[in-house]
Each structure stands twice: as structure tokens, then as C-alpha cells.
């Protein structure tokens, strides 16, 4: 075992004072004084054309400050993640003319309470020439289907080096594609070919802290965004861009948060709380509502992954295709980098020698999905356990000890081609069937990830 | 009414850090005149115990207690760069930052010291808040006296600073050949369940689950992130859809009354076990363990369900109507 | 505007209401109690939970008029004298908490559970929880900390 001074004692969580004494400051204890509040007016259809947008009653209604559209945003368009190369950007602050899914928010009031924003947006007449909405990946996929991006697809376009990761002037495809070994030759070789289709449904992370922010401008231009945020540069520099402000000049301040699990990565509206601040030149704050929260704030994508295996007598796995689709929702947000990480993960913690798997970043007009706990995994491990009982049911081989046959052992391959130097999934299978009560059998007990 | 019962795992990896790399993370400790630190990183306290880990991180790559580290986070202006709170990254990444900064600080601690006890620094170590000459426990100056006279006698500022990054990773756009995780952290969960044919709901009555870790900092933490993370897994598994017909828009949840998550009386019997195999990417061994914790829940008892009733149920969320569809289904196969 | 006179953690208040003001609001951004949290105003959750004369209460659901000659206690009411109360000293020995925003709620409504009874049942102890939800710790920590109340 370890012999360390400090490292793996039970240290006592020193939050836990503040909260027991219900003094931890969250969010929502920051107030400044003249401080307004934001509601947003938000799209009714998940598909459309901006026809008409009246705010005349509304800006006239006592307590109401201004109404913010796209045309107080400097530089309307952005993508989250252009840090790690991610592009283009495909997703306004607020939306000139086109909006893609139900709930996108596109104007804010800003008031000076919750209750005189509110009463202001149903004095906003808002027209919208809907379009159908492309809903299911499949059918988002098909040749006739409606293109919902400027770049005349449903898909991301990966490998032309908008991804960051590979260099530009390759070939743009749409998915992203890991081949390794010969999969052909290993289906020829095949016992039996066992396939499986498997779905995750979005989900919400549900922290039961909602998204709060407040941005104050400070007196020398500068803006100051107090956020419960998991990711406090992605902030800064988003703001930065669509502010077309030099990042140095935007201070980010996280309290404590109540809950992240991913759903406080991407800077979803700190952008338009900063847009508003900066036009009324007054502390605002937005508390989104729990409603918002389930129909607008970012989710765990829907995943569809299709699994055809070639595995032989012995119930190893000799080759593994594997067709994945993402929903993105409206916008990119981190999902071509989520896509991306659930195909490295694709074949687990096994050996599969020769595999070919797609991945496709699926765009739909329903709300952005991006990271949620376990991004790209959570899904990927799903369809490849159900594949195992499966394989296991199909070969006549107990579940555990295919797993102990097909698990991953130092010195192989990773289907990334990575060296793999830390495999400990038998041990790790191990102790829970010793937990389980389960005896097993000699054979199984001398297996070592070691080789 | 037959309740049914059957077992079923799932065996998992997850990677450390952000995929492919290039997401470094900074830190700065300084010390204060009473000879107490402040830590300062951009990652956030979103509950998973940051704060805390953290500090004894610090305190033991300096030889100090953890109580004498005060470490403030979340402000871009407070702290150096951090790519973010995500990913299972942050322990990982900040210690190796941190334990660099560490080395600076003791640097300054022996320095400082060998003045103050005439002697050199490679006499001296440091150890539980103390600097001690090697072999000599009561031959010893605190670090509290060191720190104090450095920056008010030696007029010598006790700064250190941290820097890790996992170089990014490239990627053949023809293969996807890359190196796109630090280390894989694993899990093994076993479940049992119990599904009622008459209503289709499924009772998830024991769990056996294991984790790998690399190293564990806390175990008071890790056990949070386990039996939290097999409560957020139980809801994905059994009752939690935004959209309840996807891909149609239809019925899509709007409050809790509609998307359901466990309360107290839905955790299941829990057995659980942490295992250590280090990492060689990370000064301690240290892996990521905060989004791990999710991913074996649902696979398990899917595959319990399918060992209960002898149909797999391959769509989460595994409802009453899905699994008396999957029962009829079989009805109809075995009366043909 | 409506008047109401309530005792708020032993102090007497006066304050002044808009009549379809909830008791959330009146405490969170007129009286800046900084422990009532804002989970989902819609009766689900829990973080919003005072004692109202005692029995846990949603104050999302709550109008603030409806307070007038009652006694309400958020968690500020609970330390007596500067010590903590037995039930936030087991919150931290069983580590029942991590980001803390469901906490105040949770621990008013086991203050609750225990003035009721002493010696609740398992069952009860889930029963009284039913109403709070927490997204962070699985509940087994916060469970295990009201039972090692349980004489």
C-alpha cells in the first residue's frame, strides 16, 4: 500500500461547514445594487423564419429598461469550443432571422424585476414563418431531408481540419472514421456475426441549482460575469468574441456551484447576459426557471450505435463495425468533440484487433445536446455491454468469463493505436464478484492483465 | 403477479483528461506571514470536493498539513488559466501542476531554512508543518518560522507556480490513429433486480460495485462520486427521458412532476470497493473518477433485466411500458 | 401590498408584500435569507423547504401574507448559541453533503422528522426525505447521518 503523509486520508470536506450552516454563498446570493433582471422572449417552434418582432408596447411598459435583439450583439456568431479548433461558428447570441429549435431565445427584457419582464413579453408580437423541423437522425441524414446548417448539411464536417485535431486540407467527411486492422478478413473468419442496435434518450442533468448569472460593468469598460460555471475561461473568451472586447478586459468569478455534471460547461446564456449589460450599462441578472432548464438548457445527446461483431469459437471478438449517430441538437456546442471521444472508446475495455467505426455528428432542431457526465462513454459503454450478453447468449458462454476472455491486456492496441499500459479490467472484474458472491472458477483467477 | 429475478454487469473504462489532449491547467501557491498558503487554480467547487483534495495534494507535496492551505478558485483574475472543470480532468491535471509548484515552494522552505539553521539544503527535509535535519527529528525550525522570516527577514517572497499539460494529440484523418487519453480508470458493476410482470417496473435490490482509481485521495470523496454517480445511473437507466417519445417533440418534460429522479427510499442495497493501480502519468497515480461512477449503472441493469425476463431491452429508459412490450413480445415469439 | 408580521429564526419581522409574492421571494431578495435556495419553484424539489410552526414547508408554494403571526425557521434558526445543532454536526461527520444547495432543506426537514419522533423507521426516514431531492450524493450519506441520530 501507499505510505503517504496526507494523500488518502478521509480529510474532512471543509465545505461542508458552509453548508450545514446553509453559509456557502452560491450564485444567487450575488446582488449589486440597481441591479435588472432579464427574461427571454423565446421561439414557439422548433423551426422558422423571424417575420415579425414588435417591441414597441413592450419597451413602453414602465419598468422596463431595454428590449436586446441580435442587433446589440457586436459579433453575433460563435461555436464554443473554437479553443480546441472546433468550427465554423454556427450558432448566434441571439438570432437574426432563423431559429432552430423550440425555446431558442430571441430577444431578452430587461427589467426591473422578473414580474414586469415577464408582463413585457406578452406585450411582444412576435411572427414566425415555420419550416418542418428535422427531428429524427435518419431522416436527417437522407439526401431529401431539409438542411438546417449554412454549410448545406445535416452533419459536421470532420477530418478538413475543423476539428482541431487533424490537419487542414484532408479530406472532409461526414463522420469521423477509426480503422484499424483488416475487418473484412476478420467477418470471413467469423463463428458468428452478432449485431445489435442500441439508443440512449436525451436526458437532463438536473442539478438542482439552475443556471444563475449577474454581469456587472465595472467602471473602466471593463464587464465583470459572476456565473456558476464549471469552465470559467470558456466564459471569458466567448464573451470576449461575440463582444469583440479583448478577453483581458472580462473577469469570470464561479462561486461555489450547486451541481455541475456537464451541464454547466458551456457558456449557454452568459453571453447574452453580458450583451445585456453591456447595452443598458447597469448589473443584470438572469435565474433561469426550471422549465428552462428541461426545455432549453443543454442535454446528454441522443445516441443511436449500431454494433456488428465477427467473434469466434471461443467468444473473442475478432473484428467490430460500428455506425454511431449523435443528436446535436440546433447547434455544435462540444458535440463534434463528443463524437469524436465515443469513437476512441468504441471498443471498450476489450481487444478487438481489427475494427471500423463511424461517427456521425448529427444536427436536428431540437435543443443543443452537449457534455453530460461521462460524455461520449456513457453511451458507448451502454451498446457495448448489452453487445457482450448478447455475444454471451449467442456463444453459450457465461457473461463474466467472456469478458475475462475478450478484456484488454498490457503491450495490445488500443483502436486509436495506442499502447495499452494501464489495463486492470480483470482485476477490476475480479474483486466485484467477490463482492457478489461469486466463485469463479480457477482459470479465471490466474488471468492477469499483465498478459 | 410474478416478479421475476435476474442478475447482470457491466464492465467498463473511462479515460483521464480531455480527449486528445492540449487542456493544460496552472496553478500559483504563495504564502502568507503567518506562514499559511493560498492555492489559487480556475477550477471550480462544484461539490465534488475540490477544495478539499486539492489542498491535501498541496500539503503533501510540500510536507505540510492540509489545513494550512486555503485554496481559492473560479476567478479568472485570482488564478492562471484552467481549461475547466470537466472531464474527469481536474485531479489529474492540477496535482501534477500542483506538485510542481510545490517543488518551488520547498525550494524556497530549504533555502531559507539552511540560513536559519546553518546549514545546507540538502541536510534538511520537510515534514507534518516542519524542517528538519535529515536523521535529526528534534533538530528542526517550522515552516510557519521559515515562511515568516523569508519574506521579513531574507526579504525572499515564497511564490511557486504549476504548470501540466498533456501534449495535443494529432489524429490521421484516414485511421483516427491519435493518443487520445492520459490513462483508462475501470469499473465493474453487478446488479440485481427484480421485475413485476404485472406492472413492468423494475427494482434494482442489490448492487456490487468496484472502481479502479489509480490512487485515491479521499476516500470520503470517491464515495460521494460512486454512490452519487449509481443514483444519477439508476435514473438514466429506469426513469429519466427529456424527450419521452424521441425523436418527437411530444410530452418533452418541462418540471420534476414529469421527469423523475430517485428520491431516498429508490438507492438499492450498495456494496461497493476501491482499488488502486497508479498511473504512471500522474505524480501520485492519480485518475479521474468523477464521470466513471455513471456509466456502469445502466449497462448492468439493462442486462439484468435481460437475464430476468430473457428479452433485452436495448433503449434507455428501461419503463413499465418498454419492459410489458418486451414481455409481450416474448409471449407472442414463444407461442408461434 | 400586504402586511406581514411573522417571527423569522426568533426575531420578530414586520414587512411589506406584493399579495401574490411567495414566501421564496419575500426571504430570498426582500429579506436576503441567504439559505433558502431556488430549485424549481414549482413544489418539487425541496431546496426551498422551511419550518413553518414547525412542519417543513415548500416556500415556493408559500404566499408570504400567509406567514402573518406564524413562526417560521430557515437553518439559520438552528445553531443555538453559536453551536451547531446535533443534526449539522452529523452532516459533517458522515459527510452528507457535497455542493450543498439541497442541504438547508434536507436538514430542516430531519429536524423535523426527529422533533416528530425520536426513533423514526427506515421508512419514515425515506417517507419524510420523498419531498427533497439531491443530485450529488445518492442519499445513503444523508440517510446514514440522520440514523446515527436515532436513539
Not at chain 2, 418534460?253 to 488502486?276: C, H, M, N, W
Amino acid at each position: 500500500m501507499s505510505s503517504f503523509n496526507v494523500l488518502g486520508k478521509p480529510v474532512v470536506n471543509v465545505q461542508l461547514y458552509g453548508h450545514v450552516t446553509g453559509s456557502t454563498q452560491f450564485i444567487d446570493d450575488i446582488s449589486f445594487p440597481g441591479m435588472l433582471w432579464i427574461k427571454a422572449v423565446r421561439s414557439p417552434v422548433p423551426r422558422g423564419i423571424i417575420k415579425k418582432l414588435d417591441t414597441k408596447k413592450a419597451e413602453r411598459l414602465p419598468g422596463v429598461v431595454k428590449i436586446v435583439t441580435s442587433k446589440d450583439v457586436p459579433n453575433n456568431m460563435h461555436v464554443n469550443m473554437a479553443v480546441v479548433g472546433i468550427g465554423p461558428p454556427d450558432e448566434p447570441v441571439l438570432p437574426d432571422k432563423e431559429v432552430n429549435y423550440k425555446g431558442e431565445a430571441i430577444c431578452l427584457v430587461v427589467a426591473r424585476d422578473e414580474e414586469t419582464a415577464l408582463k413585457a413579453i406578452e406585450l411582444i408580437d412576435l411572427e414566425i414563418e415555420e419550416l418542418p423541423p428535422v427531428l429524427d437522425m435518419e431522416e436527417a441524414l437522407k439526401p431529401s431531408s431539409p438542411k438546417i446548417k449554412p454549410w448545406n448539411s445535416n452533419t459536421f464536417v470532420f477530418g478538413s481540419g475543423m476539428d482541431g485535431a487533424t490537419p487542414p486540407g484532408g479530406q472532409g467527411r461526414p463522420y469521423f472514421l477509426i480503422k484499424r486492422g483488416n475487418v473484412d478478413e476478420a467477418f470471413n473468419k467469423a463463428r458468428h456475426i452478432v449485431e445489435g442496435s442500441y439508443l440512449i434518450s436525451p436526458i437532463e442533468h438536473a442539478p438542482i441549482e439552475p443556471h444563475i448569472c449577474v454581469a456587472k460593468p465595472e467602471p473602466d469598460g471593463r464587464l465583470t460575469i459572476y456565473t456558476a460555471t464549471q469552465a470559467p475561461y470558456f466564459v471569458r473568451d466567448n464573451v470576449a468574441t461575440i463582444l469583440n472586447m479583448p478577453p483581458s478586459k472580462i473577469r469570470v468569478v464561479s462561486p461555489s456551484v450547486g451541481g455541475g455534471f456537464g451541464g454547466k460547461v458551456d457558456p449557454e446564456f452568459e453571453m447574452m447576459v453580458a450583451v445585456a449589460a453591456m447595452a443598458v450599462k447597469r448589473p443584470v441578472k438572469w435565474r433561469w426557471t426550471r422549465e428552462e432548464e428541461f426545455t432549453v438548457s443543454t442535454t446528454r445527446p441522443a445516441v443511436k450505435i449500431e454494433l456488428q461483431d465477427s467473434v469466434s469459437d471461443e467468444g473473442l471478438i475478432l473484428g467490430r463495425k460500428a455506425r454511431l449517430l449523435h443528436d446535436a441538437g440546433a447547434y455544435s456546442r462540444t458535440s463534434p468533440y463528443g463524437v469524436i471521444k465515443a469513437c476512441f472508446n468504441l471498443s471498450g475495455p476489450y481487444n478487438i484487433p481489427n475494427v471500423e467505426y463511424r461517427g456521425y455528428c448529427v444536427f436536428t432542431n431540437r435543443q443543443p445536446s452537449s457534455a453530460m457526465r461521462g460524455y461520449g462513454v456513457f453511451e458507448v459503454s451502454f451498446a457495448i455491454e448489452l453487445q457482450m450478453d448478447r455475444i454471451a447468449k449467442t456463444c453459450g458462454i457465461d457473461p463474466l468469463e467472456l469478458r475475462f476472455r475478450n478484456a484488454y491486456r498490457n503491450n495490445q492496441i488500443s483502436a486509436s493505436g495506442k499502447l495499452i499500459d494501464d489495463a486492470y479490467l480483470i482485476e477490476t472484474m475480479r474483486e466485484a464478484a467477490g463482492l457478489a458472491g461469486i466463485n469463479l472458477p480457477e482459470h479465471l483467477l490466474k488471468m492477469s492483465s499483465s498478459g | 403477479m410474478v416478479k421475476l429475478r435476474g442478475r447482470g454487469l457491466a464492465a467498463i473504462n473511462y479515460p483521464t483528461g480531455m480527449n486528445l489532449g492540449g487542456d493544460p491547467s496552472q496553478t500559483i501557491i504563495f504564502a502568507q506571514p503567518d506562514g499559511r498558503f493560498v492555492m489559487c487554480v480556475a477550477s471550480v467547487e462544484l461539490g465534488q470536493g475540490l477544495r478539499t483534495a486539492l489542498a491535501q495534494i498541496a500539503a503533501e507535496s510540500i510536507g505540510i498539513d492540509p489545513e494550512q492551505i486555503e485554496v481559492r478558485f473560479g476567478d479568472t483574475e485570482m488564478a492562471p488559466h484552467d481549461t475547466g472543470t470537466f472531464a474527469s480532468r481536474t485531479t489529474h491535471r492540477m496535482s501534477n501542476a500542483i506538485f510542481a509548484a510545490a517543488q518551488e515552494i520547498k525550494q524556497i522552505i530549504l533555502d531559507v531554512a539552511s540560513k536559519i539553521m546553518e546549514t545546507t539544503p540538502s541536510d534538511l527535509e520537510i515534514s507534518n508543518g516542519k524542517v528538519y535535519v535529515k536523521g535529526v527529528p528534534d533538530k528542526f525550525v517550522t515552516v510557519q518560522e521559515v515562511v515568516n522570516k523569508a519574506q521579513f527577514v531574507y526579504n525572499t517572497p515564497v511564490v511557486g507556480k504549476g504548470f501540466y499539460v498533456k501534449p495535443k494529440s494529432s489524429v490521421d484523418p484516414d485511421t483516427g490513429e491519435a493518443d487520445p487519453h492520459s490513462t483508462m480508470a475501470h469499473g465493474c458493476t453487478i446488479v440485481d433486480v427484480e421485475v413485476d410482470t404485472e406492472t413492468g417496473i423494475v427494482t434494482v435490490t442489490d448492487v456490487y460495485t468496484v472502481y479502479e482509481v489509480g490512487r485515491i485521495v479521499n476516500k470520503n470523496l470517491v464515495e460521494g462520486q460512486i454512490i452519487g454517480g449509481l443514483v444519477m445511473g439508476l435514473g438514466a437507466a429506469l426513469t429519466e427521458t427529456v424527450y419521452p417519445r424521441y425523436p418527437s417533440l411530444d410530452y418533452q418534460t418541462t418540471s420534476f412532476q414529469e421527469y423523475v429522479l430517485p428520491t431516498a427510499g429508490d438507492v438499492p442495497r450498495i456494496r461497493y470497493k476501491i482499488i488502486e493501480n497508479p498511473t504512471a502519468t500522474n505524480v501520485f497515480g492519480i485518475k479521474g473518477v468523477g464521470e466513471m461512477v455513471v456509466n456502469s449503472i445502466a449497462p448492468a441493469i439493462a442486462n439484468a433485466v435481460y437475464n430476468a425476463i430473457g428479452v433485452q431491452i436495448t433503449e434507455l429508459p428501461i419503463t413499465p411500458e418498454k419492459v410489458l412490450r418486451a414481455l409481450e413480445q416474448k409471449k407472442e415469439v414463444t407461442n408461434k | 401590498m400586504v402586511k406581514v408580521k411573522f417571527k423569522l429564526d426568533g426575531v420578530f419581522v414586520e414587512v411589506e408584500a406584493m399579495p401574490y409574492q411567495t414566501l421564496f421571494h419575500l426571504l430570498k431578495d426582500s429579506l436576503g435569507v441567504q439559505s433558502v435556495h431556488f430549485g424549481c419553484g414549482q413544489g418539487a424539489c425541496g431546496a426551498c423547504t422551511v419550518l413553518l410552526n414547525g412542519k417543513p414547508r415548500y416556500s415556493c408554494l408559500t404566499l408570504a401574507g400567509y406567514v402573518d403571526g406564524k413562526e417560521v425557521v430557515t437553518l439559520a434558526g438552528l445553531a443555538q448559541n453559536g453551536e451547531l445543532n446535533p443534526i449539522q454536526r452529523a452532516f459533517i461527520e458522515n459527510n452528507a453533503a457535497q455542493c450543498g444547495y439541497c442541504t438547508p432543506g434536507i436538514i430542516l426537514t430531519a429536524k423535523a422528522l426527529l422533533d416528530k419522533s425520536s426513533r423514526p423507521s427506515d421508512e419514515e426516514i425515506f417517507d419524510a426525505l420523498a419531498g427533497n431531492l439531491c443530485r450529488c450524493t445518492g442519499y445513503v450519506s444523508i440517510v446514514r447521518a440522520i440514523k446515527s441520530l436515532v436513539r
